[in-house]
């Protein structure tokens, strides 16, 4: 799966910069949803085939999940703070902060809600929640937005991009309640949070702004959906390793030519794909060195390239082909070094903190499953 999920982290990059010798990929909502569905694979692998045989599954999955999301994020908002106040003492733009103070000396009322901001950006949590809201200038206080209006306060936030992180931190919290479950139970909820997502498109406007995309409760769908293809696959009721190529090379030619397939088609054909395929694409290639080396750079590239937009944007920055190629290139060698310097030894960490189980049957079943780093 590290060639799909390279690839959909590209997309992301794509989109926040220019199309790379025109080539495009997919839209951002859809790059993002279908890491949801891979997400939840992977999270119902790991807890099933790993966790589920510590002592605490529980709290070892979710301390391990926020060791694995959480260092690398902080990491970038320290580096675009530091970005911020060098273009600051050399160009005289304070980036990030220049937003704070021009909102504060418009509204000094605002500053408890302005720290609020600021503590989301240092702590991750409630980045999602800060999306619905703006701040009302004559009196300090938050403005809810209701359900069909797009961010306001976008510039505040460090990562503009990290509220689909803390999205995703929503979603292992609740993922205990069903990872380990029946296949009825996760249908059961997948069908309930549909139902969710259908009442707040009709009533509550939510289509005319891309809010759900931004909502917890109902993106669980997605999340779910990853969970049942394991499930799935599990019973034998989804393609297999056998068939892992083939498949691959088809979600790749299916990413590339996206925007030449019918509106609307294309999603679903992408959306059913990454969910019937990915458990085969994963077992064929789970231990291959080129893919879990491509995949070890997405989340460093989805993060990292909020930081390196700043410096390509800068107009003195050479861009000849537009803002994409030197985006992609400078993502990429960031993540590279981030991945093997900086974030290699968290990996060490979190992978020692898994004990072996304590039976022997237990033992050999897990000798024989893929150690994912992911875990």
Same mark, same amino acid.
């Given at each position: 799966?590290g060639?799909?999920?390279?690839?959909?982290?590209?997309?992301?990059?794509?989109?926040?910069s220019?199309?790379?010798?025109?080539?495009?990929?997919?839209?951002?909502?859809?790059a993002?949803?279908?890491?949801?569905?891979i997400?939840?694979f992977l999270?119902?692998?790991?807890?099933?085939?790993?966790y589920?045989?510590?002592?605490?599954p529980?709290?070892?999955?979710?301390?391990?999940?926020?060791?694995k999301?959480?260092p690398?994020?902080?990491?970038?908002?320290?580096?675009?703070?530091?970005?911020?106040?060098?273009?600051?003492?050399?160009?005289?733009?304070?980036?990030?902060?220049?937003f704070?103070?021009?909102?504060?000396t418009?509204?000094?009322?605002?500053? &408890?809600? %302005?720290?609020t901001?600021f503590? =989301?950006? @240092?702590?991750l949590?409630?980045?999602?929640?800060?999306?619905f809201? +703006? $701040?009302?200038?004559?009196?300090g206080?938050?403005?809810?937005l209701g359900l069909?209006?797009?961010?306001?306060?976008q510039e505040?936030?460090?990562?503009?991009?990290?509220w689909?992180?803390? &999205?995703? %931190?929503?979603?292992?919290?609740l =993922?205990? @309640?069903v990872?380990a479950k029946?296949?009825k139970?996760v249908?059961a +909820? $997948?069908?309930?949070?549909?139902?969710?997502?259908?009442l707040l498109f009709?009533?509550?406007g939510?289509?005319?702004?891309?809010?759900?995309y931004r909502?917890?409760?109902?993106e669980f769908?997605?999340? %779910?959906?990853?969970?049942?293809?394991?499930? @799935?696959?599990?019973?034998?009721r989804?393609?297999?390793a056998s068939?892992?190529?083939?498949?691959?090379?088809?979600?790749?030619?299916l990413?590339?030519?996206?925007?030449?397939?019918p509106?609307?088609?294309?999603?679903i054909l992408?959306?059913s794909?990454?969910?019937?395929?990915s458990?085969?694409?994963?077992?064929?290639?789970?231990?291959?060195k080129?893919d879990?080396?491509?995949?070890?750079l997405?989340?460093?590239?989805?993060?990292?390239?909020a930081?390196?937009?700043?410096?390509?944007?800068?107009?003195?920055f050479?861009?000849?082909?537009?803002?994409g190629?030197?985006?992609v290139?400078?993502t990429?060698?960031?993540?590279?070094?981030?991945n093997k310097y900086?974030l290699?030894?968290f990996?060490?960490?979190?992978?020692?903190?898994?004990?072996?189980p304590?039976t022997?049957?237990?033992q050999e079943?897990?000798?024989?499953?893929?150690?994912?780093t992911f875990?």
């Amino acid at each position: 799966m590290g060639t799909i999920r390279f690839l959909l982290a590209l997309a992301v990059v794509i989109v926040h910069s220019s199309p790379l010798f025109g080539i495009e990929l997919v839209p951002g909502y859809l790059a993002v949803q279908s890491f949801y569905i891979i997400s939840g694979f992977l999270m119902a692998f790991v807890y099933n085939e790993k966790y589920i045989y510590s002592t605490r599954p529980n709290y070892l999955f979710l301390s391990n999940r926020f060791l694995k999301l959480y260092p690398l994020y902080f990491l970038v908002v320290l580096l675009v703070a530091l970005l911020s106040i060098t273009f600051g003492l050399t160009l005289g733009d304070w980036g990030k902060f220049r937003f704070y103070y021009e909102l504060y000396t418009q509204s000094p009322q605002s500053i &408890v809600a %302005l720290v609020t901001v600021f503590l =989301s950006n @240092l702590t991750l949590i409630g980045q999602d929640i800060v999306t619905f809201f +703006s $701040i009302n200038k004559s009196d300090g206080n938050f403005h809810f937005l209701g359900l069909q209006e797009n961010i306001q306060l976008q510039e505040l936030l460090f990562i503009p991009i990290a509220w689909t992180v803390a &999205v995703e %931190l929503i979603f292992y919290f609740l =993922s205990p @309640l069903v990872l380990a479950k029946r296949i009825k139970t996760v249908v059961a +909820s $997948i069908i309930l949070i549909l139902g969710i997502r259908l009442l707040l498109f009709e009533f509550a406007g939510a289509n005319k702004g891309f809010t759900i995309y931004r909502f917890a409760p109902t993106e669980f769908f997605w999340f %779910l959906l990853g969970v049942l293809s394991y499930k @799935l696959v599990k019973q034998n009721r989804l393609p297999g390793a056998s068939n892992g190529a083939i498949l691959l090379l088809f979600v790749i030619s299916l990413l590339f030519s996206y925007r030449y397939l019918p509106s609307g088609i294309n999603d679903i054909l992408v959306f059913s794909s990454i969910f019937a395929f990915s458990p085969a694409i994963f077992y064929r290639f789970s231990k291959n060195k080129v893919d879990k080396f491509l995949g070890d750079l997405c989340y460093p590239m989805y993060l990292g390239h909020a930081l390196l937009s700043i410096i390509v944007n800068v107009n003195s920055f050479p861009k000849p082909f537009g803002t994409g190629l030197p985006l992609v290139l400078l993502t990429i060698l960031f993540s590279i070094a981030v991945n093997k310097y900086f974030l290699q030894p968290f990996e060490k960490y979190r992978q020692g903190r898994l004990r072996a189980p304590k039976t022997k049957i237990n033992q050999e079943e897990i000798k024989q499953k893929p150690a994912p780093t992911f875990a």
